[in-house]
């Protein structure tokens, strides 16, 4: 299995553009989260889904920040408008129920000028 | 979510053993202690997980006391790359993790 699959891994943007972050989790499991870490705050939870469903975006700082996972292979992360102090890296993970290990993918490096 | 607390950061050498002391005083009944190594421009990555006593696998140990306030993750003979974040969390089965800041462990040759 490749693992988790995050796209791009680097995105440089001006602030007010949108941003859209992709994941591809493992095949087969069943839970996607998107965290942010930052050195300032380390690494948050933004927002996870089961099964397709967001079940905690308690995480999602502002409105400017969207979530979707339109199937069970594929999930997005939009940030729109950009500002800078959403410059991050951004890890998506994934996880089987059936197993608590999360795992995470390479990251996107986001930077909001 | 159960808090932890870990030393901010730990230095030792190739081929000694490094052991990280991670408290979590109230810590819940059905509580499972998790370790996560991050590597530099790496996602996390699941090391150990424990509940109670001792547990050990090809890449460290865990060592739990009876109370579970607190527990003990051990690299035995560290190298060059190991140097990374060491992060203990503490969790029921939870999607909830709170990684903290971690303990970063440097590694000298």
């Known amino acids: 299995d490749a693992g988790v699959i995050q796209s791009p891994r680097h995105e440089v943007t001006e602030m007010g553009q949108e941003v859209t972050l992709r994941c591809k989790p493992i095949?087969?499991?069943?839970?996607l989260f998107w965290y942010r870490q930052t050195m300032m705050r380390g690494l948050e939870l933004l927002i996870y889904?089961?099964?397709?469903?967001?079940?905690?975006d308690s995480g999602m700082p502002e409105d400017r920040f969207s979530a979707k996972m339109p199937n069970a292979s594929f999930s997005t992360l939009k940030i729109q408008p950009s500002e800078p102090r959403d410059s991050a890296v951004y890890f998506c993970?994934?996880?089987?129920?059936?197993?608590?290990?999360?795992?995470f993918g390479p990251g996107t490096r986001l930077t909001v000028l | 979510l159960a808090k932890t607390t870990q030393p901010i950061s730990m230095d030792s050498y190739e081929g000694q053993e490094v052991n990280i002391t991670c408290s979590h005083n109230?810590?819940?009944?059905?509580?499972?202690i998790t370790w996560y190594q991050q590597f530099p421009s790496q996602g996390p990555r699941f090391i150990i997980q424990?509940?109670?006593t001792k547990v050990t696998n090809e890449v460290a140990s865990l060592f739990i006391p009876a109370d579970r306030k607190s527990s003990t993750l051990s690299l035995p003979r560290v190298s060059l790359s190991d140097t990374a974040v060491y992060y203990c969390?503490?969790?029921?089965?939870?999607?909830?993790?709170?990684f903290g800041a971690g303990t970063t462990v440097t590694v000298r040759a």
């Open positions: 993970a994934s996880s089987s129920r059936d197993d608590n290990e999360q795992f």
């Open positions: 095949s087969g499991h069943n839970s």
């Open positions: 889904f089961n099964n397709n469903v967001p079940i905690d």
């Open positions: 109230n810590i819940a009944t059905n509580d499972y």
């Open positions: 424990g509940y109670k």
């Open positions: 969390l503490v969790g029921l089965n939870d999607y909830k993790l709170s």
